[in-house]
Protein backbone atom coordinates (compact mmCIF):
# COMPACT_ATOMS: atom_id res chain seq x y z
CA UNK A 1 0.00 0.00 0.00
CA UNK A 2 1.79 3.81 -0.99
CA UNK A 3 1.53 6.10 1.87
CA UNK A 4 2.95 9.30 1.16
CA UNK A 5 3.83 11.31 4.24
CA UNK A 6 4.55 15.54 3.79
CA UNK A 7 6.05 17.95 6.48
CA UNK A 8 7.60 20.88 6.00
CA UNK A 9 5.27 23.76 5.89
CA UNK A 10 4.86 26.62 7.24
CA UNK A 11 4.27 30.65 7.13
CA UNK A 12 7.06 32.14 5.66
CA UNK A 13 8.36 35.92 4.52
CA UNK A 14 8.58 36.46 1.19
CA UNK A 15 12.04 35.98 -0.31
CA UNK A 16 12.45 33.19 2.23
CA UNK A 17 13.07 29.73 2.22
CA UNK A 18 11.39 26.13 3.14
CA UNK A 19 11.94 22.46 2.53
CA UNK A 20 9.48 19.94 2.34
CA UNK A 21 9.66 16.74 3.02
CA UNK A 22 8.15 13.81 2.03
CA UNK A 23 8.17 9.90 3.32
CA UNK A 24 7.02 7.00 1.23
CA UNK A 25 6.12 3.66 1.86
CA UNK A 26 4.73 0.53 -0.51
CA UNK A 27 7.49 1.65 -2.73
CA UNK A 28 11.14 2.45 -3.15
CA UNK A 29 12.32 5.62 -4.90
CA UNK A 30 15.07 4.01 -6.96
CA UNK A 31 12.11 2.39 -9.29
CA UNK A 32 9.85 5.11 -9.60
CA UNK A 33 9.12 8.84 -10.07
CA UNK A 34 8.07 10.98 -7.33
CA UNK A 35 6.98 14.91 -7.74
CA UNK A 36 5.58 17.89 -6.00
CA UNK A 37 2.25 19.53 -7.11
CA UNK A 38 0.34 22.32 -5.63
CA UNK A 39 -3.61 23.36 -4.89
CA UNK A 40 -4.30 26.75 -4.19
CA UNK A 41 -7.98 28.24 -3.24
CA UNK A 42 -9.97 28.51 -5.65
CA UNK A 43 -7.11 27.23 -8.41
CA UNK A 44 -6.76 24.24 -10.01
CA UNK A 45 -3.55 21.90 -9.04
CA UNK A 46 -0.44 22.45 -10.44
CA UNK A 47 2.40 20.05 -10.79
CA UNK A 48 5.92 21.64 -9.43
CA UNK A 49 8.60 19.81 -9.73
CA UNK A 50 9.15 15.64 -10.63
CA UNK A 51 12.22 13.36 -10.56
CA UNK A 52 12.53 10.44 -11.84
CA UNK A 53 14.16 7.09 -10.78
CA UNK A 54 17.33 7.73 -12.75
CA UNK A 55 17.06 11.39 -11.35
CA UNK A 56 16.05 13.13 -14.60
CA UNK A 57 14.29 16.33 -12.88
CA UNK A 58 11.62 19.03 -14.24
CA UNK A 59 10.22 21.89 -13.15
CA UNK A 60 7.33 24.50 -13.62
CA UNK A 61 8.44 27.33 -15.52
CA UNK A 62 7.57 29.31 -12.81
CA UNK A 63 9.20 27.61 -10.29
CA UNK A 64 12.47 27.35 -12.12
CA UNK A 65 15.29 28.15 -10.27
CA UNK A 66 14.30 28.78 -7.40
CA UNK A 67 12.58 24.82 -6.25
CA UNK A 68 15.43 22.11 -5.78
CA UNK A 69 13.71 18.27 -5.99
CA UNK A 70 15.89 15.75 -4.74
CA UNK A 71 15.56 12.34 -2.77
CA UNK A 72 17.76 9.91 -0.47
CA UNK A 73 16.93 6.28 -1.28
CA UNK A 74 18.31 5.07 1.73
CA UNK A 75 15.70 6.93 3.25
CA UNK A 76 12.89 6.71 0.79
CA UNK A 77 11.98 10.28 1.20
CA UNK A 78 12.09 13.16 -1.32
CA UNK A 79 12.70 16.83 -0.96
CA UNK A 80 11.40 19.99 -2.44
CA UNK A 81 13.51 23.07 -1.51
CA UNK A 82 12.05 26.04 -2.14
CA UNK A 83 13.82 29.19 -2.12
CA UNK A 84 12.80 33.03 -2.88
CA UNK A 85 9.32 32.27 -2.04
CA UNK A 86 6.57 34.53 -3.15
CA UNK A 87 3.54 35.53 -2.24
CA UNK A 88 2.14 33.32 -4.92
CA UNK A 89 3.48 29.79 -3.84
CA UNK A 90 1.11 29.90 -1.23
CA UNK A 91 -0.89 26.79 -1.31
CA UNK A 92 -0.91 23.60 -0.07
CA UNK A 93 1.69 21.27 -1.17
CA UNK A 94 1.49 17.42 -1.93
CA UNK A 95 3.82 14.66 -3.23
CA UNK A 96 2.77 12.30 -5.77
CA UNK A 97 3.39 9.38 -7.92
CA UNK A 98 3.11 10.69 -11.59
CA UNK A 99 0.90 8.68 -13.65
CA UNK A 100 3.08 6.74 -16.35
CA UNK A 101 6.17 9.47 -16.45
CA UNK A 102 6.85 12.85 -14.65
CA UNK A 103 5.51 14.94 -17.87
CA UNK A 104 2.46 13.86 -17.52
CA UNK A 105 1.93 16.15 -14.05
CA UNK A 106 -1.33 14.13 -13.19
CA UNK A 107 -1.26 12.03 -10.21
CA UNK A 108 -2.16 8.54 -9.01
CA UNK A 109 -1.41 8.61 -5.28
CA UNK A 110 -0.86 11.66 -2.70
CA UNK A 111 -0.48 12.55 0.78
CA UNK A 112 -2.24 14.65 2.72
CA UNK A 113 -0.47 17.91 1.91
CA UNK A 114 1.56 20.28 4.21
CA UNK A 115 0.18 24.44 3.98
CA UNK A 116 3.17 26.71 2.64
CA UNK A 117 1.82 30.38 3.15
CA UNK A 118 4.02 33.42 2.12
CA UNK A 119 3.33 36.63 3.80
CA UNK A 120 4.85 39.64 5.33
Known amino acids: QVQLVESGGGLVQPGGSLRLSCAVS????????IGWFRQAPGKEREGVSC???????YYKESVKGRFFIFRDNAKNMVFLQMNSLQPEDTAVYYC??????????????WGQGTQVTVSS
Open 51 to 57: ITSSDSV
Open 26 to 33: GFTLDHRA
Open 96 to 109: GTPYGVCTSWSYDN
